[in-house]
């Protein structure tokens, strides 16, 4: 199908396809493990006790009655708990940002609300739980900051950048005097509000030790490499004395890139009491660590009476923690994805008394396109151009914040499919235009971009004699289908059937692999992969030239192919040896190699590498309740090749649900003057639930690539950015209301 | 190695038998035992999730008398004498049918990909089945009203919603 996959070995058979995850039977008969699922003998149970303060010191524990309690084995806090690292580098994750990580049980200063003061450890999970609510603590508190609004003047550029995230590029030309002077005029504050990601498996770490001291730790983590380097840190360990597995794990979308308080502390007391021990959060406390930052932007676009932009400026203010300078790009985004001679962009920090803000599903871009894509649709109606005229006649090819051509861009594709899909010709642009019945119809468009990144990766490929490959690295499949897209690449890259492949993962015993986050797994893993397979095909070939009477032997590796489990010359199958007889007449039983990847220089030199789509909404509102329901989105996706049509699909589905969520139901409220968030739970904090979500129509574009061997781009993220601003037009197009403040929830259609 | 009476620390225990996919057990549980606790921290029936305990995800539903429940919410002496249905047990369930390996709705997930991260699978799934009992859900929107327990937070829901649909056309076994 593509000559990009082909490794000059196998062919394109199940690249590309709708493949069935090949988890799937584990998934749904329940044999699927996550990580608070594993036992071990003698297992202990650890639960967390949080703080009830927000800002200040503990003054007093009280555990005697706890301790008291048959079955507690031992209260843990910072006044009895063992020695651990002092210095707050040793905390430091593979993925954390500028600043002091927190330290568990460190001392008696608390940070943010619902910071872990003590873990209760019993012989069960009821007595651990009840034994908790008998620890009690006494507090000097101070006046917590929660409130971005009220920290916007003391916010600040950060002073360390954090690693991979690039800063606000130089302005260029003049923002100011071009807007000023501009025929048409835009000028808004957007919110929106704080976000968590609240996957479905709480966090969880079990830490079994094994009889000859050494640890297995089964941690939920997006990269077990980042368990394992956080505990060998944090507790002076070496990289053999502690295995880290994550097979499976219960949603990710960035909450689980960073090892979490439950792993150091179940860490902590498996030590303490040298038995194994498992510690699971409960929601309430999925409420304590990470989340996406609420932020306060305000986007300035002038342009002339054709829309052609003349000005663009874009301001954030997100919250970071007293302690981190978390930073996500929110910013940037409008240079790239526009052509305008005077741009101007800044990002600032406020610090909040909350835990550090995290990566959740494409971190910044959410936050800066919802405001940059419905200022886009106010210019629309300013100028009286409909929104996708608007995005053309700005459109680039060429990326203005680099001043680099795109490797490949394909939105206007985008454009002109999801517009036919969508119907968007009958659109008619008057707000409040629209009926069915008694509910408003609103359509509305927006744009989305990621970047296409790639990681150094590596991964190991074995090919035993009985014919069946095994491949696999370190790195997560946190739902998003990575077992599935392995398998297929490996079983094509050997011309092997499905079932003679297994694909590893989540174990740092395997080849050594990233995190998986940023949508860069595809092409990360999948080019190790890929490349893995091509040497171990490289020595069955050399092999089977050697063979006594071979058929290949005066062919070279260029003009084979791999198929039926056999290795032949291309174009005369009968010319060919079986797998398992090269490895059999070698005397070898298995051929193996471990490959490493890594994204290309050249083609990074010349072009700049993003995925972009065009979001299509459809709103119906019953103005008497001002209930919004989304009825129909169209998404098109330009993400380069997709390896698998199902997969794919369900991750630009799955996305398009949490802009649903984004634009019209999540808010983490919090109390500012107790600096602690008030909804923590998923019956106050509404994720989308069955009935919110209709019809959602993904299309991938056609687009080839070549920033890596595989010509994929990635899809985790590029789902969600945009939907939140496509569905805000929607609701501005059906009811005349512009709403600039996340979630739109019934009370701002009302107002 | 802890006992299968459970808790250490509660002093009382109650004797209590229960069918766990068509499994007869004989089982001694402390009071403040859930019977989603029950399933997971004492039978290693680990397919049952636990996603908030408060009966908010519908991560933890199991089948009680062919009925759906929330098992963190039931506390596991309550059930004394029902039949209990988990995802372990569907393919059972469907086995007594005449059919194949999978229950036919757990065959529909994986063609639908009607799961990605597979955490809320398990709930969904019995869910879908007890919803297919029930009888009341026809259409869609229906299934979706009805659905509305079951929180899947990779976004799966039309997927899921297909699943079911075509199972429910084809009649499928309970």
């Known amino acids: 199908m593509t000559k990009q996959i082909s490794t000059g070995a196998g062919h394109d058979r199940f690249v590309g396809s709708a493949l069935s995850r090949v988890d799937g039977p584990a998934k749904v008969t329940g044999l699927a493990k996550y990580a608070g699922e594993f036992s071990a003998e003698n297992l202990a149970h650890g639960y967390v006790v949080s703080s009830t303060i927000a800002k200040g010191r503990i003054t007093g524990i009280d555990t005697s009655a706890a301790e008291a309690v048959p079955g507690v084995l031992k209260v843990l806090t910072h006044q009895n708990r063992p020695s651990i690292a002092g210095e707050a580098k040793a905390y430091q994750d593979m993925v954390a940002p500028p600043g002091s990580p927190f330290r568990p049980l460190y001392d008696e200063t608390v940070v943010f609300s619902g910071q872990p003061v003590a873990l209760v450890v019993a012989e069960d999970f009821e007595t651990a739980r009840h034994a908790a609510s008998l620890v009690s603590l006494t507090y000097e508190e101070e006046t917590p900051h929660t409130d971005i609004a009220a920290q916007m003047s003391e916010s600040y550029d950060p002073p360390t950048k954090r690693g991979g995230i690039k800063p606000p590029p130089k302005p260029w030309g003049d923002a100011g005097g071009a807007f000023d002077g501009a025929a048409i005029k835009v000028k808004q504050r957007y919110r929106i509000a704080h976000e968590h990601h609240n996957p479905m498996e709480p966090q969880a770490s079990t830490v079994v030790v094994e009889d000859d001291g050494t640890y297995t730790v089964y941690d939920k983590i997006q990269g077990v490499a980042n368990t394992q380097l956080y505990l060998t840190n944090a507790f002076g360990l070496k990289p053999d004395q502690v295995r880290c597995l994550s097979p499976y794990m219960g949603g990710g979308f960035g909450n689980a890139l960073r090892p979490q308080y439950q792993l150091f502390l179940a860490m902590l007391a498996a030590q303490d009491l040298n038995r194994s ?99 886009m649709d106010e210019l629309a109606y300013a100028t009286g151009i409909d929104p996708i005229q608007l995005r053309l006649a700005n459109y680039t090819e060429t990326d203005p ?351 | 190695m802890l006992s299968e009476s459970g808790s250490a620390g509660a002093d009382a225990r109650i004797g209590i038998t229960l069918t766990i996919n068509s499994e007869r057990r004989e089982l001694q549980v402390a009071p403040w035992t859930t019977l989603l606790d029950l399933l997971r921290e004492r039978l290693d029936l680990t397919g049952t999730k636990k996603g908030c305990d408060h009966g908010q995800c519908g991560a933890c539903t199991v089948l009680v008398d062919g009925t759906r429940i929330n098992s963190c919410l039931a506390l596991a002496v309550m059930k004394d004498g029902a039949e209990i249905t988990t995802v372990e047990g569907l393919a059972g369930l469907a086995q007594k049918h005449g059919t194949n390996t999978l229950h036919p709705i757990q065959e529909a997930f994986v063609e639908h990909d009607a799961f990605q991260c597979g955490y809320c699978t398990p709930g969904q799934l019995c869910s879908s089945v007890g919803l297919m009992n029930e009888g009341h859900a026809k259409t869609r929107d229906e299934i979706r009203e009805a659905m509305s327990g079951n929180l899947c937070r990779c976004g799966a829901y039309t997927n899921i919603v297909d699943a079911i649909e075509e199972v429910m056309h084809q009649g499928a076994a309970r």
């Open chain 1, 277 to 375: 021990v498992r510690v699971v959060l409960t929601r309430d406390q999925m409420w304590s660590f990470t989340y996406r930052p609420g932020a306060i932007q305000t986007v300035a676009l002038g342009a002339d009476a054709k829309g052609t932009l003349q000005a663009i400026r874009h301001d954030a203010v997100h919250g970071t923690s007293t302690f981190e300078d978390y930073q996500e790009n929110v910013v940037n985004w409008a240079g790239t994805l526009y052509a305008c001679d005077n741009v101007e962009l800044t990002y600032r920090l406020a610090k909040l008394d909350t835990a550090t803000p995290g990566d959740m599903r494409a971190p910044g871009a959410v936050t800066g396109l919802f405001a940059l894509e419905t200022a």
């Open chain 1, 401 to 751: 914040v680099e001043d680099k051509p795109f490797g490949s861009k394909a939105l206007k594709s985008c454009f002109a499919q999801g517009a036919e899909r969508f119907g968007w010709s009958k659109r008619d642009p008057v707000p409040r235009s629209m009926r069915d019945g008694k509910e408003l119809v609103g359509w509305g468009m927006a744009c989305g971009i990621w970047e296409a990144l790639m990681m150094p990766s590596s991964a190991r490929a074995t090919l035993s004699a009985d014919g069946r490959l095994e491949v696999g690295n370190s790195t997560a499949d946190i739902g998003t289908g990575t077992y599935t897209i392995l398998t297929q690449i490996a079983a094509d890259a050997l011309g092997l059937p499905l079932d003679h492949v297994t694909t590893k993962l989540g174990d740092t015993n395997l080849a050594e692999a990233p995190i998986a986050g940023g949508s860069w797994t595809a092409a990360s893993s999948g080019t190790a992969v890929m490349k893995a397979c091509r040497k171990v095909a490289e020595e069955v070939f050399k092999l089977a030239r050697g063979m006594d009477g071979s058929p290949l032997a005066n062919a070279d590796f260029e003009r084979v192919v791999f198929a039926r489990g056999r290795v032949e010359l291309a174009g005369e199958p009968s010319r060919g040896v079986a797998l398992v007889d090269v490895l059999k007449a070698a005397g070898k039983d298995k051929i193996e190699a471990t490959e490493s990847a890594s994204p290309d220089k050249d083609f990074k030199k010349k072009f700049e590498a993003y995925t972009h789509s065009a979001v299509f909404a459809e709103v119906k509102i019953d103005e008497e309740l001002g209930i919004v329901r989304v009825t129909r989105i169209v998404s098109a996706v330009a993400a380069g090749k997709i390896l698998n049509t199902k997969t794919a699909r369900s991750q630009i589905m799955g996305a398009v649900v949490m802009g649903i969520g984004s634009a019209l139901h999540e808010e983490s409220m919090l109390d500012q003057r107790l600096g602690r968030f008030m909804n923590r739970n998923l019956g106050e904090y509404h994720v989308p639930a069955h009935a919110d979500v209709h019809d959602i129509d993904v299309i991938f574009v056609e687009e080839e690539d070549k920033a890596n061997p595989l010509g994929v781009k990635g899809v985790g993220e590029i789902g969600i950015v945009g939907t939140a601003a496509a569905i805000a037009n929607a609701i501005h197009h059906a009811t005349g209301k512009r709403i600039r403040d996340l979630p739109i929830t019934v009370d701002k259609i009302l107002a």
